[in-house]
Nanobody
């Protein structure tokens, strides 16, 4: 089970940290990813982080502004979002893949959270 938290309303230029708690003992061996879905749009890959070396990978919309991190001791993955724009408004989903290689396609993820809403507006 994956449970996201940390969403909310933030002004343009602000920051927000999303968390995803994973209730599986094997969390430390999963690739973890974040996706988002804006109203009327398809779900979009945001970022992923490998379990073995913590190396991150970012989608174009996240590069230079978002940071993905994980704490295996807490079974939690984070998405630090900075310099937020109205275009970042979306439901953000945490996802897990039972592998070690970076994957960005939605269908390659095995487990999903319920999502948390981020609204960027003044």
């Amino acid at each position: 089970q994956l449970v996201e938290s940390g969403g909310g309303l933030v002004q343009p230029g602000g920051s927000l940290r999303l968390s995803c708690a994973v209730s599986r003992r094997t969390f430390s061996s999963y690739l973890m990813g974040w996706f988002r879905q804006a109203p009327g749009k398809e779900r979009e890959f945001v970022a992923a982080i490998r379990w073995n070396d913590n190396s991150p990978y970012y989608g174009e919309s996240a590069k230079g502004r978002f940071i993905i991190a994980r704490d295996n001791a807490k079974n939690t993955v984070y998405l630090h979002m900075n310099k937020l724009k109205p275009a970042d408004t979306a439901v953000y989903y945490c996802a897990a893949n039972r592998g070690s290689d970076i994957v960005v396609a939605e269908y390659e993820y095995d487990y999903w959270g319920q999502g948390t809403l981020v609204t960027v507006s003044s």
